[in-house]
């Protein structure tokens, strides 16, 4: 599957929400430190605890296959786990549905109309049962 | 840079529902020169959240593409063939060409602009933090309103004026907090009370504090006792008027029972 290697890699310099060196196991580490060595798309992930200062990230569909980090201490990992945990498009979109009916039930009106949002499927309540 | 291709893949095809979808011709296919030609290739696309796919067809088993659309804007283009409702998603990156894309007609082009544009995290952590804001606003108004259940300028409540001035005259003190009259709850119901008190301009004891950088209706304000005394200041203001207007009505009453 082609993807667009460029543009991921230009924002990979933009700022970024968290960055640190950590210790990955997995596929052996790449040479070249001015490019980023990998990409983990982060839908539909497990971000698990595994020993002390260490975490795991796994998908859905092959939960043993696991990217594994080490932290240089336990606060850092819970940093990690936390900034992850929120990282998804999925977590996103339940925060924004779950802020529009707590706005509505508090003001009565829908504030998703003013930015003309308010018909998109992604943003219906129905979307937080899923 | 390796990418977690198979996960990728594996949530394209899953049965999580996509926000938009329909054919496009494309002129992204490997080995074709910078500047698009021809009438391009159409594929079926996909867009779930921020990951634009691709797929020979409807039932395609494995995206061909994937754009990740972080970092870029969406804007119309003209297709080298005319009468093709095309649009671009631009990249700011160094040696990167838009990514050239045609719908099937003018509606389905500006169904996919719009789609575009507001497809990235970064839109969507745009909106939830504005939201986030509104909600602390509307809470924090509604609380205000809670702890004053009276009305401070008569200005701000024309409708409902009469209603509260006939309570305060009849129980003869100031309202206690526990007391919400009818109108004031229908109010604060029918206003959207976390946007527009904040616009409203300030009368009465409320602007002999705002020099403090206090308001009534500013989230900032702490203080409790400090909001009540504006309050009370108000009422005891009100009070006076009625009663002097009361004094002041006993002869018109006369008057009017004569012939």
Not at chain 1, 42 to 69: A, M, N
Not at chain 2, 158 to 172: D, F, I, M, T, Y
Not at chain 2, 177 to 204: F, H, I, M, N
Request: hydrophobic share 35%; with cysteine.
């Amino acid at each position: 599957m082609r993807y667009n290697e460029k543009e991921l890699q230009a924002l990979s310099r933009q700022p970024a929400e968290m960055a640190a060196e950590l210790g990955m196991r997995g596929p052996k580490k790449g040479s070249d430190e001015a490019e980023p060595v990998g990409a983990l798309l982060l839908e539909r992930c497990r971000v698990t605890r595994e020993e002390p200062g260490t975490f795991s990230i796994s998908f859905i569909e092959d939960p043993e296959r696991k990217y594994h980090f080490e932290c240089s201490s336990e606060e850092q990992c819970q940093e990690w786990m936390e900034a992850l945990r929120r990282a998804s498009y999925e977590f996103m979109r339940r925060s924004l549905i779950f802020y529009r009916n707590e706005i509505r039930k508090v003001t009565g009106k829908d504030p998703l109309e003013q930015f003309g949002i308010s018909e998109e499927a992604r943003f219906q309540l129905s979307g937080l049962q899923a | 840079m390796k990418l977690n291709e198979r996960s990728v893949a594996h949530y394209a095809l899953s049965d999580s529902p996509a926000d938009h979808m329909g054919f496009l011709r494309t002129w992204g296919s490997p080995g074709t020169p910078p500047t698009p030609s021809g009438t391009g290739r159409r594929c079926w696309f996909v867009l779930k959240g921020n990951l634009l796919f691709s797929f020979e067809s409807r039932k395609g088993r494995a995206p061909l593409s994937l754009v990740v659309l972080e970092g870029c804007t969406v804007e119309l283009a003209e297709a080298p063939v005319p009468e093709e409702f095309a649009f671009a998603i631009c990249f700011d990156a160094p040696g990167v060409h838009p990514h050239l894309l045609a719908a099937e007609g003018p509606a389905a082009q500006e169904a996919w602009v719009k789609a575009l544009s507001r497809a990235s995290f970064g839109y969507m952590r745009l909106v939830v933090r504005e939201l986030e804001s509104q909600l602390q606003d509307a809470r924090q108004s509604l609380a205000l309103q809670h702890h004053s259940s009276w009305k401070p300028a008569a200005s701000r409540c024309k409708p409902q004026a009469r209603n509260n001035r006939s309570v305060v005259l009849e129980n003869g003190h100031p309202l206690s907090k526990d007391c919400r009259p009818v109108g004031l709850v229908e109010e604060a119901g029918s206003r959207s009370a976390g946007l527009g008190l904040a616009e409203r301009e300030l009368q009465g004891p409320a602007s002999l504090l705002l020099g403090r950088g206090q308001s009534p209706v500013s989230p900032e304000t702490s203080d409790f006792s400090t909001l009540h005394d504006w309050y009370g200041q108000e009422i005891m203001k009100l009070q006076q008027h009625w009663q002097q207007r009361a004094q002041g009505s006993q002869p018109e009453c006369e008057e009017q029972d004569k012939p």
